[in-house]
């Protein structure tokens, strides 16, 4: 069983889908603990699932360092053999990186290496492009730099908004996210040498 920590920031329906997942005995992760870098409204669906959480919040720390090192306490007490960041908007310090790399993987709502950082879905429709996607990378000290693990095209339709294409990406991120997760748990996709 792959004992996995979830990170997140904001509506958590990514971590939700995972939760419902492991619901399923014969899925071979579970979720241990769920954080977030605020009072994330996607706090409720640990709490839904009686998974344990918690929260660091990372304007109560003067420096990302000081906020990175906490967040490394509070995860290393649960021995997570994955770290998925589902939503978080924050980049890891470099020091909480290289303390649980390889074992720390991204969603994110475009198609690596298009579109990267804090805003994957706005900068796809402002650039005019008719495709998107939704990718699952390796975390590394760079802004969505990291190894591919999978990746999916989405259309962008005449009329999108950044909400109704986010929309679409959403199930595609979360399909490809409980997959892969799985593939993690039962070693199709190995970490140290990761291939898609
Ligand atoms: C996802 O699209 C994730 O990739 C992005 O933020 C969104 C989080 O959605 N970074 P949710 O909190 O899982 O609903």
Redesign the pocket.
């Given at each position: 069983m792959l004992n996995v920590a979830v990170l997140?920031?904001?509506?958590?329906?990514?971590?939700r889908a995972l939760l419902e997942q492991t619901a399923d005995p014969a899925y071979p992760a579970r979720v241990v603990v769920v954080g977030a870098d605020r009072d994330a409204p996607?706090l409720q669906h640990a709490a839904d699932f009686s998974a344990p959480s918690f929260s660091v919040p990372y304007t109560a720390f003067s420096t990302r360092e000081e906020w990175g090192e906490a967040l490394a306490e509070q995860l290393r007490a649960w021995e997570p053999d994955l770290i998925v960041l589902?939503?978080l908007?924050r980049l890891l310090p470099p020091q909480v990186v290289s303390e649980f790399a390889p074992r720390i993987i991204n969603?994110?709502?475009a198609y690596l290496p298009e579109f990267p950082g804090a805003h994957?879905?706005r900068d796809a429709l402002a650039a005019g492009v008719d495709q998107t996607g939704a990718s699952i990378i390796q975390v590394d000290d760079g802004v969505d730099t990291g190894p591919l693990l999978a990746q999916e095209r989405v259309a962008v339709l005449p009329g999108d908004t950044e909400e109704s294409l986010?929309a679409r990406?959403?199930p595609v991120?979360r399909r490809l996210l409980i997959d892969v997760v799985r593939r993690i748990a039962t070693g199709d996709i190995d970490l140290t040498g990761a291939r898609a």
């Open positions: 997140i920031s904001g509506t958590g329906s990514n971590l996607g589902s939503g908007m969603t994110h709502p994957g879905v986010h990406i959403k991120e």
